[in-house]
């Protein structure tokens, strides 16, 4: 017997301010679509603004880690025609590129009746938090170049230079610091860590 869900709880992104991380909440009262999204978005700029990051830097980060064929719909899909190529036909400036994740997958819950996407969202985005506290500054590099090449902000090929407001910037006073990294990170080990679910 297959039984058919008949109505969905809506769902909001909000922040959970004790760890600085975002999770899904319900809403006691249902939102209008344009103020789940901005409700959502809020929660994650509020997350990213409590770095020393530029929000950008850390925006593009999370779609250099979302950005994959091999991610759920609607931001994966075929390797010619990954679902977040859309962003690339739509107005694909930085200001969108946090609204186009998160629109995405609100679209998906209530198309798809299932939080896949909302919940690899809200993962990405605490995964992209967790690697700015812990100072993988060539890991978030690296994510933020992918996603920049492939939200069409700079050629996929050639050389390219990150500008000078989203080079890392470490948590706490760099010069007052000495940082041992005696395990460092890779884009390909993240992947895998990431994809069997587990915390780096």
Known sequence: MVVYQTSLS???????????????STCATPFLFFQTIAVSVNAVLSCFLS????PHRL???TAGLMFRATSPLPYGGSKRFPGYSEFLSSDNSNNQLLEFLVSCAVKSYWKFRGTHALSFLVESVNKVLALQVSGEKDVLDELMMKGMKKSGQIPWFGPAQIPAHLRH????REEECVYFTPVRLSIKGLEQVFVAGKRP
């Open 10 to 24: 809506p769902l909001i992104i909000t922040k959970n301010e004790a760890t600085n991380t975002i999770q899904l």
């Open 51 to 54: 770095t020393r990051a530029h």
């Open 59 to 61: 925006t593009y980060c």
């Open 169 to 172: 910037q470490f948590e706490g």
